[in-house]
């Protein structure tokens, strides 16, 4: 298996933790490995209109009027984001600035200085998916819903305010303060927060359990250490006497292959094909389980997934969808399917850029098709509407029971908890 990132959705336009949380979830199999780029060639000093770059530069910063709210960096990021762009390869290949490529690393790490809130942009405004436990954010009383209108004063609702750039502010150092304001769902009027920012080490796995021996497994991303993770929760729900196993792999944009490899392995038995590559000559590489001793390899068995589930999970699921090892509930996938290599740049910038196609273990598309699941159920219209995780509710050791999880917001975890009994 090659050291290459199947990415998940374009980060420009994901915003998915991005200056919160301190991590985007992306891709699957970046493996720590970068390729240095090192000094520009010959070939695009060669091209045939290269020059119209240096001629378009000279006529910004001769007339455009204002020409001193852009820096000559952003000025020539935004050629190189254009160039890639231009590929084609929509929310797969993509430039990252310095401060971008440095969250994708950390975020594959899973430590990071932040107040710790997981969002989605909803119409331009960072809307809380949840907060992490035990977070600064936690502790002021955040709640999955609310909406991000300001940080330190800046109002994020006014058009002439980057957006990007306010919400990279809550990055800092650690133990300094940020002011947050934000309003409740379903409510008007606004509340703020002054809370310090923290070192958290985001757990990429939540478990519960839920009624009738029910274990449910929630995978946040592939990142650094999350099989573990994953197989801890699996011996935690055998010791409750765990029936079978609800994998939520929803919202899950992906992380390391080599995680996804060994969290397959906890349910296929060694020698799977779980991943097939295919380069620009046709050339197709398998890649198959090789846990000796999977944590369950055996009973029911459902995996929840969604429209931003991208990449390894698309991975995940189609490989125990393909087995038959696993009935898949939600919507389709985010339909990824571009095997990435980071190339780094001088400056830190990173040109994040396809090199080959990823299948299925079976040799099926992924790439602009997804993972079409076996019971279809969509939350509601409602872009606020949020799957209300069952581990937001419990303290920790606690079980959910019947009365508290009939009247849990979640219609695809209710199907799957169907699905998994019938």
């Known amino acids: 298996m090659s050291n290459v990132l199947p990415f998940g959705r374009s980060l420009k336009k994901l915003g998915y933790g991005v200056a919160i949380v301190g991590t985007l979830f992306v891709g699957a199999g ?14 695009f000093s060669n091209a045939s209109n290269y ?40 929310n797969h290949s993509v430039f990252l600035t310095p401060s971008e490529a440095l969250r994708v690393t950390q975020g594959l790490d899973g430590s990071f200085v932040g107040v710790g809130i997981n969002y989605n942009m909803v119409d331009g ?20 819903g609310d909406t991000l209108i300001m940080v330190d004063g800046i109002d994020l609702r006014d058009p002439n305010v980057d957006v990007q750039e306010t919400l990279d502010m809550i990055r800092g150092e650690e133990g300094t303060p940020v002011t947050l304001t934000l309003i409740h769902q379903g409510e008007t009027e606004p509340y703020e927060i002054t809370v310090n920012r923290a070192r958290l080490d985001e757990d990429p796995v939540e478990y519960a359990m839920l009624p009738d021996g029910t ?24 010791e409750q006497g765990m029936t079978g196993v609800i994998l939520d792999l929803r919202g899950n944009g992906g992380g390391y292959v080599n995680e996804a490899r060994v969290i397959i ?8 094909p779980m991943l097939q590559e295919l380069d620009a000559a046709g050339n197709i590489e398998t890649t198959t389980t090789a846990v000796k001793n999977g944590a369950y390899l055996d009973g029911p068995l459902v995996v929840l997934v969604d429209s931003r589930s991208a990449s390894a999970s698309e991975i995940t699921a189609s490989a125990l969808q393909e087995t038959g090892r696993a009935e898949v509930v939600g919507i389709t ?9 980071p190339f ?49 509710l419990l303290i920790e050791g606690e079980k ?6 009939d009247v849990l917001e979640d219609p695809q975890l209710h199907q799957a908890f169907v699905t998994l009994h019938s």
């Open 30 to 43: 970046m493996d720590r490995v970068l390729v240095e780029v090192g000094e520009a060639s010959d070939r």
């Open 51 to 90: 020059s119209v770059i240096g001629e378009t530069y000279d006529a910004i910063r001769e007339n455009y009027v204002l020409q001193d709210e852009f820096t000559d960096e952003q000025l020539v990021w935004g050629a190189a984001s254009g160039m890639v762009d231009t590929l084609g390869d929509t």
């Open 125 to 144: 405004l960072p809307v809380i998916n949840y907060p992490l436990k035990n977070s600064p954010a936690m502790e002021a009383g955040v709640l999955p």
């Open 215 to 238: 274990l449910w497994l929630h995978l946040s991303r592939f990142s650094s250490g999350s099989s573990k993770r994953l197989v801890a929760g699996l011996e935690w729900g055998k």
């Open 265 to 272: 392995g906890q349910f296929l038995p060694p020698g799977t």
């Open 333 to 341: 996938t985010a339909g990824t399917g571009t095997v990435l290599l």
């Open 344 to 392: 780094e740049m001088s400056d830190g910038s990173m040109a994040l850029l396809g090199i080959q196609l990823f299948l299925t273990g079976q040799g099926n598309d992924i790439y602009h098709v997804g993972v079409v699941p076996d019971h279809e159920v969509a939350l509601s219209a409602n872009p606020l509407d949020y799957p209300r995780f069952p581990a937001l």
């Open 400 to 405: 959910l029971d019947q009365a508290a999880f």
